[in-house]
């Protein structure tokens, strides 16, 4: 468990330090021009750790499972050689699908505006701002989201039946209580990368008649809730990560 939340701080650090740059630069600086080529690398890279971040949270969710439904295997199925290879397995699948994505991008002309909605580059904006067929790269985008998040989605959904099908099956009550509450943690995580997710999307793709600050809003949202609200969430859950921070916490406010 302790592998998988380690990965998901990295994804929630590497989605924070890709905006950090352009959004230091427009509210300190007044910088609002961002080249092609770095607007393609920050969304490559904004795209990548959010695919990350769901592969993770499935990887969290598989954790679960095994740990309520084979608790005596579960140091033999989940092994430190297995953990690594998911990990690269979860960089491997997300270069894989987002990089034709992207080198999509280069093919466009862009001869409209050129002020992208966000304060960060996004597919469905930089797409918008072209002037030649973009319909390609939107079903290539679609394809991409539907095969990382969309298939991730419902493969935690599986497992979380499969959970509640196996905690039903012990006798006891306070069994029951206790196998719940180690999945409190993720659910919340799930929900705080989701929800924010989908409705993006679901802006992007039929909200066209909503107000600018309404995908401002939601976007922004999308890029800075995960990042904020995971650490609070296991904090709060898991006693040996609140007992760290509280020792952190004293020394800091003595220096």
């Known amino acids: 468990?302790?592998?998988?939340?380690?990965?998901?701080?990295?994804?929630?650090?590497?989605?924070?330090?890709?905006?950090?740059?352009?959004?230091?630069?427009?509210?300190?600086?007044n910088?609002?021009?961002?080249?092609?080529?770095?607007?393609?690398?920050?969304?490559?890279?904004?795209?990548?750790?959010?695919?990350?971040?769901?592969?993770?949270?499935?990887?969290?969710?598989?954790?679960?499972?095994?740990a309520i439904s084979n608790p005596l295997r579960y140091a033999s199925i989940l092994t430190d050689l297995?953990?690594?290879?998911?990990?690269?397995?979860?960089?491997?699948?997300?270069?894989?699908?987002?990089?034709p994505m992207v080198l999509l991008l280069k093919r466009l002309s862009f001869c409209h505006s050129h002020v992208l909605h966000h304060s960060y580059c996004f597919h469905p904006d930089v797409m918008k701002l072209s002037c030649t067929d973009t319909r390609i790269n939107s079903a290539v985008g679609l394809i991409a989201l539907i095969t990382t998040a969309g298939?991730?989605?419902?493969?935690?959904?599986?497992?979380?039946?499969?959970?509640?099908?196996?905690?039903?099956?012990?006798?006891?009550?306070?069994?029951?209580?206790?196998?719940?509450?180690?999945c409190i943690s993720h659910v919340g995580a799930v929900a705080v990368f989701y929800i924010p997710l989908i409705s993006l999307s679901f802006v992007h793709r039929f909200g066209k008649w909503a107000p600018p600050y309404v995908h401002t809003l939601i976007a922004n949202g999308y890029l800075l809730l995960p990042p904020v609200m995971n650490p609070i969430i296991y904090s709060v859950k898991t006693k040996q990560i609140r007992r760290a921070v509280l020792k952190v916490l004293p020394s800091a406010t003595k220096d």
């Open 151 to 182: 298939v991730d989605s419902v493969l935690i959904i599986l497992s979380y039946l499969l959970i509640i099908k196996t905690v039903f099956s012990i006798a006891s009550p306070e069994e029951r209580k206790k196998a719940f509450s180690t």
């Open 31 to 66: 910088a609002r021009e961002i080249s092609f080529n770095a607007c393609l690398s920050q969304m490559f890279f904004i795209q990548l750790f959010t695919v990350m971040e769901s592969s993770v949270l499935l990887a969290m969710a598989f954790d679960r499972f095994v």
């Open 82 to 99: 297995k953990i690594a290879q998911i990990g690269v397995a979860i960089i491997t699948r997300g270069t894989l699908i987002l990089t």
């Open 1 to 29: 468990m302790y592998y998988f939340l380690s990965m998901l701080s990295t994804t929630d650090l590497g989605l924070s330090v890709s905006t950090l740059v352009t959004m230091l630069g427009i509210f300190w600086f």
